[in-house]
């Protein structure tokens, strides 16, 4: 099993930036495939960005592309996501998640993770 831990959010005005961070534990030899996914009230879980364990590749929802930036310590087990130019509409609970398997085309699926954190916040005001 693997446990997925999430830390960083709060509370920032448009324009600011955080940095969340997702840490593992458990049989962490047990995924390939990282993941940042975010939802708001009343919305769908949301693919915000990737990235493979294995050759670094990472890809990132339209929305967020140039403002935020996936990156993963193999050393640390640690997945993080640097948030910058915040907007109101990336107002959303953060979930890190992982999969067994290498990262896949339809990675913005939540179907694809086995594996998930418990989220952070994150509040952007205008």
């Known amino acids: 099993q693997v446990q997925l831990v999430e830390s960083g959010g709060g509370s920032v005005q448009a324009g600011g930036s955080l940095r969340l961070s997702c840490q593992a534990s458990?049989?962490?030899?047990?995924?390939?495939?990282m993941a940042w996914f975010r939802q708001a009230p009343g919305k769908e879980r949301e693919g915000v960005a990737t990235?493979?364990?294995?050759?670094?590749?990472?890809y990132y929802a339209d929305n967020v592309q140039g403002r935020f930036t996936i990156s993963h310590d193999n050393a640390k087990k640690t997945l993080s996501l640097q948030m910058d130019s915040l907007k109101p509409e990336d107002s959303a609970k953060y979930y890190c998640?992982?999969?067994?398997?290498?990262?896949?085309?339809?990675?913005?699926?939540?179907?694809?993770?086995?594996?998930w954190g418990q989220g952070t916040q994150v509040d952007v005001s205008s």
């Open positions: 998640a992982a999969a067994k398997f290498g990262c896949q085309p339809a990675w913005q699926t939540p179907s694809q993770y086995d594996y």
């Open positions: 990235t493979s364990l294995l050759g670094k590749t990472t």
């Open positions: 458990g049989w962490t030899n047990g995924y390939l495939c």
